[in-house]
């Protein structure tokens, strides 16, 4: 009996304890909801936020923190300042990355006190994170803020005792521009740390500091291929002359670094190597044709493009059969570079092709040989498939403008938005080729468009033709017909930017309507944004390719819109057959188009998640046109790519399969996509 009674009450105890955590989970979501509402809208409130920042739960401030610098309200400063000081580190860091995003310059002084005081001793990550947002900020003040930051820690530099904020102020310090404290980096990168000396010329490299020509050349026989490749990417034959180096004798260096054992090197040195268009850098080039990886001989052939002669013909047309269609598709670009119009014969033989990626391909070589190409481009413009008539349509307006009337004529009510893309971008530099009306029934038309191209290009040709033909008052005939403004986030700041009238017809206020109901948001803070900052939730994807897989841990707690979005479209296989369209070595492998031909997506946009994880190798990242217009593109990078942090939402990163993303061409296939827990 004493037992029984004992497990009841328990039992009771158990229930009692999870009933309790049920209704405080129910709390911090009921919180969450309005925050995530209101950033989604891109609408600063501040009783929410006021009431968000100062909640019990440091999950719901650090939401309003990341959500005031999204929303981007100037407004937003002083509530940031407040949480700087939140007895939770990551609130402050929260707080302190959004105030550098926000680019509040009353807030350098306070971003200048947390850098001093962790500078003073052991440094923890929101020293770190000050120096970035001093950075985001820029100009003078933040220039002399770095300055005092590095010249206090100059000694470290040679014991190899440097902090970590340190290494973080030069990573970031290339933002600063002119105003970077040059002599002071030049130092940094001689230290015997490898994570100090990498920072340090990545921002000279990025600066192109042409004092420090010496620091970066012997940079390129480092012991890190990382910070080889970020020298030698550098030392080409422009900054040769703006630093007043000898090109033959830097030419040398670079061509050395063709053998490098680390591919990346390779590709960054054949980059450089082809900016000295000599006869021998394009035999040395050559020879990387037949390199072993197969992104470095695509970068090789596209390379040969910038030189002459029938040596680099020859070698550019054994390439053209064999092999991946990456390598081919560089050998018939660069030929027709080399070439012009006797590289005819050879393009026509893609032209014939029954893929519509060679067509394409052989549309961006025609538009390479000017007039020439001009009687296979119309061709190509009634081509049965319209991602490759769009093409076509683009390479014959930027040719021959004269002969455009016809060709709007037949296309600016074209059923495929890429066509009709295509028409408007070229009304926007010859304004006078359409009239008001055709461009209100072609945004009319366009609303219905799930992809965003042909409105961006209507709102631009409106703004060109108002400001070219003032007479025909084509912005109060856009804006009686179209009142209110359209969903299309891009659409519609490209107006507010570029249109006077646009600020007095549409609102000016970043607002934007998605037709989600509180309950929504809601359901987005208990099914994936919790369970994630709890550590209960780790969802991760699978990319099954020919090449091999490549898992992703995914980002829940930093990007929960975007995390959202993808895991629905994996389980309904919206990527399975998609082809990677961009490839560009050592920076990009890019997919999750549906189109194929890079202007594709799901029909809707997503808002920016902007947030502190970097882009390091393996980060994967939501491709945009613009603030808040990513969809389902997404991209891997290949290496560190420090300029993309805080610019582009980073929602997961690669946790096995580096070598596959290393391998990947264009054109490749993905031939699954799946959620994998």
Request: charge should be neutral.
């Amino acid at each position: 009996m004493r037992f029984r009674i004992l497990f009841a009450y328990s039992l009771l105890l158990h229930t009692v304890a999870s009933t309790a955590v049920v209704a405080q989970d129910e709390v911090i979501v009921n919180a969450l909801a309005p925050v995530l509402a209101a950033e989604d809208e891109r609408r600063f409130d501040r009783n929410i936020f006021r009431s968000a920042a100062g909640h019990s739960s440091a999950i719901v401030r650090r939401h309003a923190a990341l959500a005031m610098g999204r929303i981007g309200h100037t407004d937003a400063g002083s509530l940031l300042l407040s949480l700087t000081g939140d007895p939770v580190l990551v609130v402050r860091l929260d707080a302190v990355f959004a105030l550098g995003i926000l680019g509040d310059t009353t807030a350098l002084p306070r971003l200048r006190e947390i850098a001093f005081d962790g500078n003073s001793g052991d440094c923890d990550e929101l020293c770190d994170e000050a120096m970035a947002a001093v950075a985001r900020i820029g100009g003078s003040d933040a220039a002399a803020i770095f300055s005092d930051v590095l010249s206090r820690s100059l000694g470290a530099a040679t014991s190899g005792n440097v902090p970590s904020a340190i290494n973080r102020a030069l990573r970031e310090a290339w933002r600063l521009g002119e105003e970077a404290p040059f002599a002071l980096l030049a130092q940094y990168a001689e230290s015997r740390q490898r994570e100090t000396r990498g920072p340090a010329i990545y921002s000279l490299g990025r600066l192109r500091a042409t004092d420090a020509a010496n620091v970066l050349l012997r940079a390129t026989e480092d012991e890190d291929p990382l910070i080889r490749g970020w020298a030698v990417r550098t030392l080409d034959a422009p900054y040769a002359d703006s630093a007043h180096i000898n090109q033959n004798a830097l030419a040398v260096r670079v061509e050395q670094l063709l053998g490098d054992r680390d591919p990346h090197v390779r590709i960054h040195a054949i980059r450089s190597l082809s900016t000295f268009e000599t006869a021998r850098h394009a035999t040395r080039i050559a020879e990387r044709a037949g390199d072993p990886d197969p992104n470095v001989r695509v970068e090789a052939l596209a390379a040969l493009g910038q030189f002459e002669g029938p040596d680099v013909a020859d070698a550019l047309t054994r390439q053209l059969t064999g092999g991946v269609l990456a390598t081919r598709r560089e050998a018939l670009l660069s030929l027709a570079n080399v070439q012009g119009a006797a590289s005819l014969p050879f393009i026509q033989e893609w032209v014939s092709s029954g893929q519509w990626r060679e067509r394409l391909i052989a549309v961006r070589a025609l538009g390479n040989l000017g007039i020439a190409g001009m009687p296979t481009l119309r061709t190509l413009a009634t081509d049965p498939d319209a991602r490759v008539g769009s093409a076509a349509l683009g390479r014959l307006f930027s040719i021959d403008s004269d002969g455009a009337d016809t060709l709007i004529t037949r296309y600016w009510n074209h059923h495929d938005v890429g066509m009709r893309a295509a028409v408007f971008r070229h009304v926007q530099r010859y304004p006078n080729l359409m009239q008001p009306a055709q461009l209100i029934t072609a945004f009319g038309r366009a609303e219905r468009d799930q992809l965003s191209s042909a409105r961006v290009a209507i709102v631009m040709a409106v703004a060109a033709m108002n400001s070219a033909r003032p007479e025909l008052d084509v912005a109060r005939r856009f804006f009686d017909a179209f009142p209110n403004p359209p969903r299309d986030p891009r659409a519609r700041q490209i107006a507010l930017d570029r249109i006077p009238e646009a600020a007095r017809r549409w609102t000016p206020d970043k607002t934007i309507q998605r037709g989600w109901t509180i309950a929504d948001y809601r359901d987005l803070a208990r099914e994936l944004l919790l369970p994630a900052e709890r550590g209960e939730l780790t969802a991760s994807i699978e990319i099954v390719t020919g090449r091999g897989n490549i898992e992703i841990e995914l980002f829940a707690d930093d990007a929960p819109q975007t995390v959202r979005a993808f895991l629905e479209l994996a389980d309904r296989r919206y990527f399975d057959g998609h082809e990677w369209h961009r490839v560009v070595p050592t920076f990009v492998i890019q997919d999750g188009d549906p189109r194929g031909d890079g202007t594709g997506g799901p029909g809707y946009t997503l808002r920016d998640e902007l947030n502190r994880r970097r882009y390091d190798r393996g980060a994967l990242g939501l491709a945009r046109g613009g603030p808040d217009t990513g969809g389902s593109q997404f991209f891997i990078t290949l290496g560190p790519q420090p300029h993309l942090d805080g610019a582009y939402t980073l929602f997961g990163r690669v946790v096995s399969g580096f070598d596959t993303m290393d391998r990947i061409t264009y054109g490749d296939r993905v031939r699954r996509f799946r959620r994998k827990r």
